[in-house]
């Protein structure tokens, strides 16, 4: 098998057959292609639209995944990657938005670039609205200073990867997932390109201000202490502050005789530092329950059912 293609899908029913159509347009005949479109618990028809998909392509390698409830993206993204058996495997969109054009690119550039190991797409022109590339400078700005891997700008999950590569990803078995930052953390010789982004023709995004918050808080912690090294970095340099004004005051009153009341003073320090010690116990929390729930050694996925084409050639 020449490329693995794997698509995760939620609430894509209107996509899967176009998106078909555009790879058989798109690659040649003599390209051995794998098709493996995941069902991420979609609220559509996005299964059916597969499994007519596999029934009316039986010559062609096709798989469908439909996990039993939505596990996200980054799910869906080790369970093809898992599945997956080209000696390249190119991870892309169901929403016409990464056109497969750019998969037959990239698989040419490091065919014949072999020092290089994986290639990953970024917009060439990104269409967002000036506070989302505020905030995502930010995060990228951010996330490199506090990690010890970079992270390259805009480079998103659009990508292709030799299997030496995929062998080294499979190795991460973390229940939070973070893909860009497991794309850096297991190196390799990476090409970066631009792609241009197309206009989405069916169905809307799942994306939103929250879920882009979530997923930059999800890197900073899983690839970073940096948060836990902030609390006792403030400890330190308040309880500090706190020893000298003790001692500005203790020598006040014994030299001058002034009068300290201090009510108001008291007050606003204990709600400073009480603020201080909730928003801590907060960022404490968060690492605490992120590895309780990796103790627990949970699936990251479940297959409810498995489809795919009668005869598929390896």
Not at 80 to 85: I, R
Not at 127 to 148: A, C, E, G, V
Not at 213 to 230: C, E, R, V
Not at 292 to 305: A, D, M
Request: proline letters at 3%; glycine letters at 6%.
């Amino acid at each position: 098998m020449d490329i693995s293609l794997i698509i995760p899908c939620y609430n894509e029913e209107l996509n899967i057959k176009p998106f078909f159509s555009l790879c058989l347009k798109t690659f040649p005949q003599n390209l051995k292609i794998e098709y493996i479109f995941i069902n991420d618990g979609s609220k559509d028809n996005t299964l059916k639209e597969i499994k007519d998909l596999i029934k009316e392509n039986k010559n062609y390698n096709i798989i469908g995944l439909d996990f039993s409830r939505n596990f996200g993206k980054e799910a869906a993204m080790l369970a093809g990657l898992e599945k997956s058996t080209g000696q390249y495997v190119a991870l892309i969109d169901a929403d016409l938005q990464q056109h497969p054009k750019y998969v037959y690119e990239m698989y040419n550039y490091i065919n014949e670039n072999p020092d290089y190991d994986c290639i990953a797409c970024y917009p060439a022109k990104r269409k967002d609205s000036k506070p989302f590339k505020i905030l995502k400078k930010l995060f990228y700005k951010t996330i490199n200073k506090l990690s010890d891997i970079d992270f390259y700008e805009n480079a998103s999950d659009f990508r292709l990867l030799k299997r030496e590569v995929v062998n080294s990803l499979l190795e991460l078995k973390e229940y939070h997932r973070f893909s860009k930052g497991f794309f850096s953390y297991v190196g390799y010789n990476c090409y970066y390109m631009p792609y241009q982004v197309e206009e989405r023709k069916y169905g809307k995004t799942s994306w939103n201000f929250f879920s882009l918050i979530k997923y930059a808080l999800d890197g900073i912690i899983g690839f970073s202490t940096f948060p836990l090294k902030i609390a006792t970095f403030i400890g330190v340099i308040a309880f500090i502050i706190s020893v000298l004004y003790a001692i500005i005051i203790i020598v006040q009153k014994l030299t001058l005789g002034i009068n300290v009341d201090g009510y108001a003073t008291i007050v606003c320090l204990i709600l400073l530092f009480g603020g201080l010690q909730m928003i801590f116990m907060g960022i404490l929390g968060e690492y605490l329950g992120r590895t309780y729930v990796e103790t627990k050694k949970r699936p990251i996925y479940i297959i409810k059912k498995e489809y795919q084409t009668k005869e598929r050639s390896e």
